[in-house]
């Protein structure tokens, strides 16, 4: 089992940044993959960005790139997700993933087999 923990997430202005940590925990040597998903009130939760424990490949929706940024500290298993120039479309609650998964895109919701709890970021015009 993985568990995972968010953080960071708040009330800000359009414009503003914000900076989310996920701290993993539990048999994170069987989950390399981790990932950034976030769902809006009556939408679907969707893929934001991706990273991996083993390598620096980095992943992005096409609606965040330029603006977020996923990284790692391995040390500590933590994942972060920097987010600039956030917008009001941007509001969601974020939930941070793990997957011990190897033969599904690791942009697919479906790969991942352990989630936080979310944490709600909120954008106002």
């Known amino acids: 089992q993985v568990q995972l923990v968010e953080s960071g997430g708040g009330l800000v202005q359009a414009g503003d940044s914000l900076r989310l940590s996920c701290a993993a925990s539990?048999?994170?040597?069987?989950?390399?993959?981790m990932g950034w998903f976030r769902q809006a009130p009556g939408k679907e939760r969707e893929f934001v960005a991706a990273?991996?424990?083993?390598?620096?490949?980095?992943y992005y929706a096409d609606s965040v790139k330029g603006r977020f940024t996923i990284s790692k500290d391995n040390a500590k298993n933590t994942v972060y997700l920097q987010m600039n120039s956030l917008k009001p479309e941007d509001t969601a609650v974020y939930y941070c993933?793990?997957?011990?998964?190897?033969?599904?895109?690791?942009?697919?919701?479906?790969?991942?087999?352990?989630w936080g709890q979310g944490t709600q970021v909120t954008v106002s015009s």
């Open positions: 993933a793990a997957s011990d998964r190897e033969w599904i895109l690791i942009t697919t919701k479906a790969r991942y087999n352990f």
């Open positions: 990273t991996r424990w083993s390598a620096g490949n980095t």
């Open positions: 539990g048999r994170t040597y069987s989950a390399d993959a």
